[in-house]
């Protein structure tokens, strides 16, 4: 396939782009075609040579969008129907579905249809944003910097052992933790200062805030000039020797990983990645989630899982060094109503009201920098780590809270102070009163 379609020959791709390849090959010059298919080659790297051909060849006659909509009652796939021509077309329509029901009895309700020009779609990935929508979208979409220029996105870790490395916390005494293991069955006294907090995603990372925090990983590792290095035995079993009688018990097992290739670091993970960055200050992000949802760890407390397993996984977002910008000011940004309606039109849809919030969709978040040097730009950003260091109090203070009156009395406070940060963020990104009362009625639909 690669040797011969050009659709396959960027890195893994899915099969069904080969068949759009070979109907249009196949096509009459006044021919049709039509296929219902994923809409994940939409904003998929490996659709980018798809995209391309179908733009070059100006096929794109129309697109029926459903969306999260689920056309198939025994599996949950995520499709649209796609129909090209070899006839050049200068327009094609868009049509979004949002009830499969009504679309299937012919009810224009909730069906959003709009005609775009062919030179809307290119390689890049494909964005149908509604008219409405389309001038504030541009106007911040169009901004120089993004996500991706000013922090280092990681993924979370991979032990090849979850069941062994990550357990259960459930009781804490003087400097040992008691917790569950999910191979053994069995509670396990630990050393406390050897474990990390271990974060799983949309599980644990809220918005503004950690919730349900009970996992604890077992993290062989030190960090030696900048390198994570594993523990040596004699190091491992003379500090925390409980957490080492527990590794012994699953040797057998771990050294099995990794085809057996494990020889004397058994006891480590099989890959090293990202080890080193996080101990550090970083802001956290499920890599699936119903929109914005960022937290922070400033003190480099929290490790979490990589993409994938329960919860989704997620991302730590790391300020380059170069880059003189709070996490707190980038924080009320990547949080406000503004780029979660942003990142609702690039990523791709779940059932529930889901959202993608994977590296490849959250490096295109457009980020106002500001001159500190100009009195103006220092009043917004020191105005903006107010309001998210009162944001982030006061969900410390939702957690404490013992009653439903007082509980009600915080949220409260939550919301205006989100209401604060919202105006301060469409003040930052300068946009008209028309462009936010848009964005506010969408977000209140």
């Not at 003087?174 to 799983?200: A, I, P």
């Not at 058994?266 to 992000?285: E, I, Q």
């Not at 699936?288 to 400033?298: K, Q, R, V, W, Y």
């Not at 994977?358 to 107010?386: C, R, T």
Request: hydrophobic share 35%; proline share 2%.
């Amino acid at each position: 396939y690669k040797q011969q379609y050009v659709s396959a020959s960027k890195g893994n791709y899915d099969i069904y782009v080969v068949f759009v390849e070979k109907g249009l090959e196949l096509l009459r010059k006044d021919g049709y075609l039509g296929f219902i298919l994923p809409h994940k080659f939409f904003n998929a790297q490996y659709g980018e040579v798809i995209r391309r051909l179908i733009a070059e060849n100006k096929s794109l006659n129309q697109i029926i969008y459903f969306g999260d909509e689920q056309v198939f009652t025994k599996a949950t796939t995520y499709t649209c129907l796609l129909f090209l021509s070899k006839r050049e077309n200068k327009t094609f329509e868009f049509q979004k579905i949002n009830s499969l029901i009504d679309w299937r009895n012919h009810e224009n309700n909730n069906i959003l249809s709009q005609t775009f020009t062919i030179s809307c779609i290119s390689d890049r990935e494909w964005n149908f944003v509604s008219e409405k929508d389309q001038k504030w979208f541009y106007k911040i979409n169009e901004l120089p910097v993004k996500l991706g220029d000013i922090a280092h996105l990681f993924v979370g870790l991979q032990t090849d052992a979850d069941d062994i490395f990550i357990l259960e916390e459930v009781a804490r005494e003087n400097q040992q933790v008691l917790c569950k293991s999910k191979v053994t069955g069995r509670l396990h006294w630990l050393e406390n200062d050897f474990l990390k907090y271990f974060l799983k995603g949309s599980l644990n990372i809220g918005r503004y805030f950690l919730k349900n925090v009970n996992k604890r990983l077992i993290f062989p590792y030190i960090t030696i000039n900048n390198k994570s290095v594993l523990l040596s035995v004699n190091n491992y079993e003379n500090r925390f020797p409980l957490t080492w009688n527990y590794m012994l018990e699953n040797q057998e097992r771990l050294a099995a990983r990794n085809k057996g290739n494990m020889d004397k670091n058994w006891y480590g993970y099989v890959y090293r990645k990202n080890h080193t960055r996080f101990d550090s200050p970083k802001l956290l992000v499920p890599a699936i989630a119903t929109g914005s949802c960022f937290a922070t760890d400033l003190y480099g407390d929290y490790y979490f899982v990589g993409s994938g397993g329960g919860g989704g996984g997620g991302y730590g977002i790391s300020i380059l060094e170069n880059i003189n910008i709070s996490y707190l000011y980038l924080l009320g940004i990547l949080n406000s109503k503004l780029i979660n309606h942003f990142l609702k039109l690039i990523s791709t849809p779940f059932r529930g009201g889901y959202i993608a919030l994977n590296k490849q969709v959250i490096e295109k978040i457009p980020i106002k920098l500001l001159d500190l040097s100009k009195s103006s730009d220092q009043l917004i950003y020191n105005d903006m780590i107010k309001l998210v260091e009162q944001m982030l109090d006061l969900h410390q203070q939702l957690n404490q809270a013992n009653t439903p009156p007082a509980k009600r009395m915080i949220q409260q406070q939550i919301q205006a102070t989100d209401r604060q940060i919202n105006q301060l963020v469409y003040e930052l990104y300068e946009l008209t009163d028309a462009e936010i009362t848009i964005i506010e009625s969408i977000q209140s639909t």
